[in-house]
């Protein structure tokens, strides 16, 4: 799996288009056969709204890419795994087109 293009920071954050833009080519690179990462979303759902029962996060895997609706999600995280060389996340908020790319060492 080749390396996501991006600057030779440990972290770094993007938004707007610059955002969505790195966020699609993380989840092509996610997708990929030899991909050893996952994709995972996160939805807050209130599933009673009583003080004695917050509302909770919901942990989506995905398995395929067009199983993923952004406005269905609050955050997604993008995960290479631990292929050799090659060892990131993403964290992309799609309501606010903001992104955050962290380069692991």
Partial sequence: MTNVPVAHESARSLYGDEALELYRRCLSRAFEEDAVG?????QWVATNLSPDHPVTPLLTRFLHPEDIDLKQYNLVIIDSGNAVGDSWKLIYHPFAAAATFIKEA
């Fill in 38 to 42: 996952g994709v995972f979303g996160y």
